[in-house]
């Protein structure tokens, strides 16, 4: 699709938006119809598997837990949101960027990502028990012509939609409300703390229209509290009714350990953050980075079989709990395995330096120093994208928690470096922390993955004849152990 058509067919599709939007309160159901049919026919000729009478028996059922979801999003989002975030994360990111992508990675014979995380700051408003930002303050910052510089760049490889963590990205709110100004045919995200939304960043959020918010929630009052300080938990709970008010998109970002698994993926949780306006929630397995790092927070065995069931019957479109649930750990089966590396996504932090995972904390390139091409076709990401999947049982994706061995060689072989704020972790070190964990999951991670049914991916985005994958698929059988690192 040339520029030309491309900005065509996304009028197109704007104004076949309005229409629908339009034609909810008079027929909800057909209008719902024709937007699966416009989808469906966007996606002819697609590698990715839509099939439009399934979706429609779905969202027809109206006990489903999907078109509740369905439901409550077009009665209590704004429009004008909702418009524009189906606009750019559906049609420009998800078709139209995807698209360009897959010709990115043909041309430059490198990983190019959906997504691009980046800090814009270091600094936090908060002194988070375990977290290193609030002690190292404001002294690392992305300028706004950096990131600016991210976007463009980004673009022009296919890239429209940006994720922002840090710090408390929310410090540098003027700025990203800028950036989504500028750049409004792509999606933004931002994780934030909650602390700092009010009525005015709520009108900024509704004028531009492309971001939505991923709240950090650790659990109940208590367990939230005691990591992140009195009174905000009441504070994330007024800054959701505030979003909702506003008719804003946001969701939940929760860290499950072995201490709140349970709790976070409650029913009652799942309820209370639903009545509250959350339209997504993100699950993210403890890492045990940085020198200390607490391993008594990685969960058992038995306890991430617990997180898989609960996830997945939680986010069961029939009859789940009416709020979309993704678990980066263990919905690896559904993107392929690990995503990190530039093969869908990579980071950026506040330094410049970027790195394949925001939990893999090592780097050999630098935007101040080279293009976003040019990191992504560094020997570290060819490295990664040499090696993946990092293992052909996507239960066990993670080249760090799962395969230790794997990160350490990589970061050995490509001579890239440690970016930890405080004190440098060799990957020696951090692969010692992972070993017990990794060998004491893998025999419940064959079995359970040898026992089940698994979602079949026709594009995958892995290096096309690479001999590392029958080197992985035999190393696997040797499991893991101190000699490999």
Known sequence: ???????????????????????????????????????????????????????????????????????????????????????????????????KIRRSREKYQCNVPWLIIM?????????????????????????????????????????????????????RKADLIKLCEKHNDCAFMSFTNGTLIDQAFCDEMKRVGNLMLQISLEGDPSANDLRRGEGVYGKVMAAMDLLKQNGLIFGTSVCYTSKNYESV???????LIKNKGCRLAMYFHYMPVGKNADTSLLLTPEQRLVMIDRIRSRRNLTTGRGIF?????NDGEYVGGCIAG????????????????????????????KTILEALQSPLFQAYRDNQPFNNNHLRPCPMLENPEILGKMVKETGAHSTEMLEAETPEDLALKCIPYANSWKPTAEEHWNTHTHVKKTYENYKKDSETHKLLDADAADGVNDEAI
């Open 119 to 171: 800090d814009p700051t270091s600094a936090c408003n908060l002194h988070c028990t375990g977290c290193w930002a609030a002690e190292y303050g404001n002294k690392l910052n992305l300028t706004f012509e950096e990131m600016d510089s991210i976007v463009k760049q980004g673009k022009e490889l296919g890239t429209y939609f940006y994720l922002f963590t840090g710090g408390e990205p929310l410090v």
């Open 342 to 369: 530039g093969r869908n996504y990579f980071h950026i932090n506040a330094n410049g330096d970027c790195e394949p995972c925001v939990f893999i904390h090592y780097s050999d390139s630098n935007i101040r120093e």
């Open 325 to 329: 649930a993704m678990d980066f750990q």
């Open 265 to 271: 993926t409650s029913d009652e949780f799942f309820d």
């Open 1 to 99: 699709m040339n520029r030309l058509t491309y900005a065509a067919a996304r009028k197109a599709v704007s104004v076949a938006i309005d229409v629908a939007l339009k034609k909810v309160e008079k027929d909800r159901d057909k209008a719902l119809c024709d937007l699966v049919s416009l989808i469906a026919n966007y996606m002819k000729g697609d590698q990715i598997p839509f099939k439009a009478e399934d979706i429609n028996a779905i969202i027809m059922n109206k006990e489903s837990s999907m078109r509740q979801f369905i439901d409550r999003v077009i009665d209590e989002v704004d429009h004008t949101v909702l418009k524009k975030m189906f606009l750019n994360l559906g049609f420009t990111a998800f078709f139209h960027g995807a698209k």
